[in-house]
């Protein structure tokens, strides 16, 4: 978990896989300086205003607000995120596909796919190997 409400964003930024400037476009902003103050800014000199933590939660209703602001719980409020019903879309074949955010262009990424396809037989690994720990710690503790 990160300290800062400024980390959590750029993570946020990351994970959308956008810079300041476009994450600023998606927000509606003319400039990206609001956000980009942000992201330079140290640990505690410089916070997001209530508008723009608005702005976020409003354009992309799936970002936990309670995580953004203060750490707590995970970035998405779904584990299991739609990504179709929760306003992401990916159109392509893997290959330069393009990211929409509501209905808007974001940017080319032809990895999108097989990274969140990755991920995905990543965290199906990961889980069998926790159900497969508790059987033993089960086992054992029968013992």
Known sequence: MDNTVNKRLKELIFFLNLNTTEFSKQLGYKSAE???RLIRSG????KPSFDILLDITNKFDFVNIEWLINGNG???KSENLDIQN?????SGNGVGNKITINGENNKENPNVDN???EKDKEIKHLKEQLK?????IQLL???
């Open 86 to 90: 929760k306003n992401i879309v990916q």
């Open 141 to 143: 503790e029968r013992k």
């Open 74 to 76: 995970k970035m998405l």
């Open 132 to 136: 497969l720990k508790d059987k033993i």
């Open 115 to 117: 990274s969140i396809l």
């Open 43 to 46: 640990e505690e000199k410089s």
């Open 34 to 36: 609001k956000i980009s």
